[in-house]
């Protein structure tokens, strides 16, 4: 991890509180999961996260400081007060709802599996067949993650390795220590867009998270369960930005498509 990061979560662990009334929002993120979240070697935090952050803080009239926080910590530091909350791609989850509050959901992309060109899994066409195709198989996902969580459950079967990154996951498949890899669309095609990833092809079969409560309710904002009056402000606020276009710009700009959620 980088310097800049260290330093920064080793100062936010001696026990700092919320930033947020001081007229600063603090966010943590994961950093290295294009492109929701992707740091740079000095720190900055740039991607869909970082996007909606900004405009969040813009609506708030809020200064953005963004933590980088590996994406299985990032709950346990949010109720440690290491940052006031948390964007980073998080699905809203009955799970994660009894650890933290959530602000409405804001976006969702379909979940899909990649496999190497020519393989029994490339071709399959109907949900109910692959996840059957899956029992035996060795299949990567990012630890944490609703992915992992609905392959528990659908796929008991399944030999599942779990990677504290995308990019872990991304080098194990192009060397064939595992059969695939089961993770949202956009970071899918991050990987076929690079050379490890040629020989590869997504498979035909969205996986909506209406299929099955494990995928969650869409993408929201992670908070604090006692800081009510935070998540009623950023409730707002996302509204107001699903509203006027600037979620599903964001969403253009990095994903080719408008993934906002409208506003229940």
């Known amino acids: 991890m980088k310097l800049k990061v260290l330093s920064l979560l080793a100062f936010l ?7 947020f009334a001081a007229g600063e929002l603090s966010i943590g993120t994961e950093g290295a999961y294009p492109p929701w979240s ?14 909606v952050g900004a405009a969040l803080c813009a609506k708030l009239d809020r200064k953005c400081r963004f933590v980088v926080q590996a994406f ?3 709950i346990p530091a949010l109720k440690a007060k290491r940052f006031d909350v948390i964007i980073s791609g998080m699905s809203i989850t009955e799970e994660r709802k009894k650890e933290i509050n959530f602000s409405i959901g804001y976006a969702e992309l379909a979940n899909m599996f990649v496999a190497p060109k020519g393989s029994d899994l490339a071709g399959i066409k109907d949900i109910d067949t692959l996840l059957k195709s899956l029992d035996g198989k060795k299949v990567g996902v990012q630890a944490g993650t609703t992915h992992a969580h609905f392959l528990e459950k659908r796929v008991p079967g399944a030999d599942l390795k779990t990677y504290d990154t995308l990019d872990q996951m991304q080098i194990d498949l192009a060397t064939g220590r595992i059969d695939t890899a089961f993770a949202d669309l956009s970071a899918l095609q991050d990987f076929l867009a690079k050379p490890d990833g040629q020989n590869f092809q997504l498979v035909d079969v969205k996986i909506q998270s209406t299929y099955d409560s494990s995928l969650g309710e869409g993408i929201g904002v992670g908070i604090a369960q006692d800081n009510t009056a935070l998540k009623a402000e950023i409730d707002k606020a996302l509204c107001e930005l699903v509203a006027d276009g600037s979620i599903g710009k964001a969403s253009e700009k990095w994903f080719k498509t408008d993934i906002s959620l409208p506003c229940k």
């Open 13 to 19: 662990a001696a026990g700092v509180s919320s930033s």
């Open 38 to 51: 992707m740091a740079d070697a000095a720190g900055n935090v740039t991607g869909f996260d970082a996007d």
């Open 72 to 74: 299985d910590g990032l």
